[in-house]
């Protein structure tokens, strides 16, 4: 069940680290302990990022997406063709390989937190 629920939540670098411990291990339980150890890491990393000296960096990345995020909610609300107030302006969508990114960084910040507080509750 819990790997289950974290592969849901964790999906992306951490599935195929999981992947590759379940073709490599044959021993259930030292397969599970890898797999918790490797959480465990990524976490810390996740941890690392949002407290150490580079945790202005991330906002590169999240200052825009929110602009962008913002304005399309704001636009679909009230701004659309059917809305409150009319407009004949739209916001644009990005481009095929940016959204994919976009929703992979937002994504992966919002699990990297969500995780960490897993975790965290996990082990109290």
Do not use: H
Request: glycine fraction near 8%; charged fraction near 15%; charge should be positive.
């Amino acid at each position: 069940m819990w790997t289950t629920i974290l592969n849901w939540l964790l999906a992306g670098p951490l599935d195929r680290i999981f992947k590759t411990i379940d073709n490599a291990v044959d021993n259930e339980t030292k397969r599970e302990d890898i797999k918790t150890r490797a959480v465990e890491s990524y976490m810390t990393a996740q941890v690392a990022i949002l407290t150490g000296r580079g945790w202005w960096f991330p906002l590169f990345f999240l200052i825009p997406a929110g602009l962008w995020f913002g304005s399309v909610c704001i636009y679909s609300i009230l701004f659309c063709a059917k809305c409150a107030f009319p407009q004949t302006w739209t916001v644009a969508a990005l481009p095929p390989p940016l959204d994919q990114w976009m929703g992979a960084i937002v994504g992966s910040l919002f699990i990297g937190k969500a995780g960490g507080e897993l975790i965290a509750r996990l082990k109290r």
